[in-house]
């Protein structure tokens, strides 16, 4: 089994909404719902996630050591997770710095995916491994009509034959503007697949229903004025969604949201781990098994480049001018698996036994959690969580992407990581404890503002600042490295007319901060910011006004203390290249 939530978040045009494995993103404004994706679960503590304490059990020049001997080479799983420890050890040491090493900037947005950045709705692309910014490749210009609308990044699956050695290699697939689905090599960019999709919409939108393993492509909403008849079937079509299985693409099905079966008010639909979730504006959430409406309701199987009869009209599958066939006709409602209701459809599954997260679905709930045991919907106990801060951005929970089942819940000045545990005189019921808390480093909040009145007496007010005052040290992005084990966690305060933020490494199993990174820009808390730790790079992702995208690239060093008083020492040149269409500024040392 593996674990999933369904979020409603608003996001902005730096980013189409998709299927994600990012734990509690904040990202960004338009309306537009997000799936987050959550691994397995179900299995015991010990055995699901890695402790803290099985890096330290021997020496970085041990560990060597007993590689180079050959102790791991039976099983590359155990080699790969002894790198990862010896890298933790040398990310979290003293003298390991981060150092700025390029910067660019753009007016769309960039997006990072497995140590590579992407510009220009995907069209160049640069290795964030280089000191110098090293572009890998760059597309020829386009017209808006031809332009990339969203991607992902397929990876090749393990223990299976491929048909083409290009697929064992990684690739990106593409959604164009002119409803073209293409899969591009993702070091050089050429196409190495085209599939045309049927004309008579718009599809704008790609995730994934299974990671690395099935793909969904999903329409734009049609929106129909109230004035217009109803005559025509597809007039009350809401949404088409397209399914392929990846690696070899394989078409499964493309089908239809209908309102005249699914209601008037549906807002949005997405298929993730099996499931057609279905949202509506009253806060209602849907779930139905997506292999049942397959069985059900297929029409006919076709298959990629194979040449078909559909409605009269005669092509090729996958081809263009005919594109795809609606092959799933959803004429009855499906059986229902789960419904539940919750604030602006804020909604997750998780943990073990399975839990799920809502807020209850009222305005003045705002802020309010409630953790439910999912096989009958009874509030597990201390399961309403409540921060109860006073902040002008409000806190945010999810379930612990580290297949734990633990809970993360974060406020301003406070990070919660909670987990369920059996009650004391109740086995089949959960409570909610506390793990660990993290704490933001700050001042007391209470100032006192001292006036001296006409006569001379000395008055002293107290006032209360807000828990996410600018001039006070404030959480804002919390993430998880998990390859690294570790929580990352961007700090941000308000210094003069200049905002500082770093980024600190915290123990995932005890919450014990390892390490602190400075960044050197400066951060404006009224700005969107993405902040990526990748195990050796940290990227930070910044929008401006007026769609103004900044990049800047981090990379670890390591060395003495000798050796950082003489780099001190040197000088550094801030040197502008222009790579490709793109200018970046690096940073050399003469």
């Known amino acids: 089994m593996s674990t999933f939530a369904c979020r409603l978040e608003r996001s902005g045009d730096c980013a189409a909404p998709r299927l994600l494995a990012e734990p509690g993103m904040r990202r960004n404004s338009s309306f537009s719902p997000k799936i987050k994706m959550f691994p397995d679960s179900t299995t015991s503590s010990s055995a699901r996630r890695l402790p803290s304490n099985a890096f330290k059990i021997h020496s970085v020049c041990r560990l060597l050591t007993r590689r180079s001997h050959g102790f791991y080479t039976k099983d590359a799983g155990i080699a790969h997770r002894k790198n990862m420890g010896i890298l933790r050890q040398l990310v979290c040491q003293e003298n390991t710095k981060f150092k700025n090493v390029w910067t660019t900037h753009s007016t769309s947005p960039i997006v990072y995916e497995q140590g590579r950045i992407y510009f220009d709705n995907y069209r160049c692309c640069v290795s964030s491994i280089a000191q110098e910014p090293r572009i890998l490749y760059q597309l020829p210009s386009c017209s808006k009509s031809e332009k990339i609308e969203d991607a992902l ?218 953790i439910c045991a999912l096989k009958d919907n009874s509030l597990a106990k201390n399961g309403i969580q409540e921060m109860k801060c006073c902040s002008l951005e409000p806190d945010w929970i999810y379930f612990h992407p580290d297949t734990s089942g633990r809970i993360i819940h974060v406020g301003p000045n406070l990070i919660k990581v909670l987990k369920l545990r059996e009650t004391e005189n109740n086995k089949y019921q959960q409570e909610i404890t506390e793990d660990f808390v993290i704490m933001a480093n700050r001042q007391n909040n209470v100032n006192n503002s001292v006036t001296v009145t006409a006569s001379g007496r000395v008055v002293k007010k107290r006032f209360n600042l807000l828990d996410d005052d600018p001039e006070q040290e404030t959480f804002k992005i919390v993430d998880y490295e998990d390859e690294l084990d570790l929580l990352s966690v961007v700090a941000v305060t308000q210094i003069g007319a200049d905002g500082r933020a770093h980024l600190d490494f915290h123990c995932n199993e005890h919450g014990i901060l390892l390490k602190s990174i400075p960044l050197v820009e400066s951060w404006d808390v009224t700005y969107n910011h993405q902040v990526y730790f990748d195990r050796d790079i940290v990227l930070h992702i910044e929008q401006k006004p007026n769609r103004i995208f900044s990049c800047y690239l981090y990379q670890m060093v390591c060395g003495s203390a000798e050796e950082d008083e003489h780099s001190s020492l040197e000088k550094v040149k801030k040197v502008f290249c222009k790579k490709g269409e793109r200018i970046f500024e690096y940073f050399k040392r003469e």
Not at 165 to 185: F, I
Not at 235 to 250: C, D, H, I, N, T
Request: proline fraction near 7%; glycine fraction near 6%.
């Open 153 to 370: 990044l397929l990876e090749c699956p393990l223990g299976e034959m491929l048909p083409n050695p290009s697929d064992y290699k990684s690739s990106l697939a593409v959604l164009t503007a002119h409803n073209w689905l293409l899969r591009l090599s993702a070091n050089t960019g050429a196409i190495l697949e085209k599939i045309y999709l049927p004309p008579y919409c718009k599809f704008r939108y790609l995730s994934w229903d299974t990671p690395q393993e099935m793909m969904v492509v999903k329409s734009a909403q049609h929106k129909f004025p109230a004035t217009a008849p109803q005559a025509s079937s597809q007039q009350s079509v809401l949404f088409f969604l397209a399914v392929f299985r990846v690696l070899p693409l394989k078409f499964i099905g493309m089908l239809e949201i209908n309102k005249k079966i699914f209601g008037n008010n549906v807002t949005d639909v997405a298929v993730s781990h099996g499931m057609l979730i279905v949202m509506y504006s009253v806060g209602l959430i849907r779930l139905y098994s997506f292999q049942t409406i397959s069985e059900q309701f297929t029409e006919q199987q076709f298959d990629l480049g194979c040449k078909c009869n559909w409605n009269g009209k005669v092509g090729i599958v996958g081809k263009y001018p005919f594109g795809l066939p609606c092959n799933i006709k959803i004429t009855d409602t499906p059986p229902l698996l789960f419904e539940v209701s919750s604030l602006e459809n804020s909604f997750q599954i998780g943990g073990y036994p399975w839990h799920y997260i809502i807020t209850p679905n009222k305005k003045k709930h705002k802020g309010v959690f409630h």
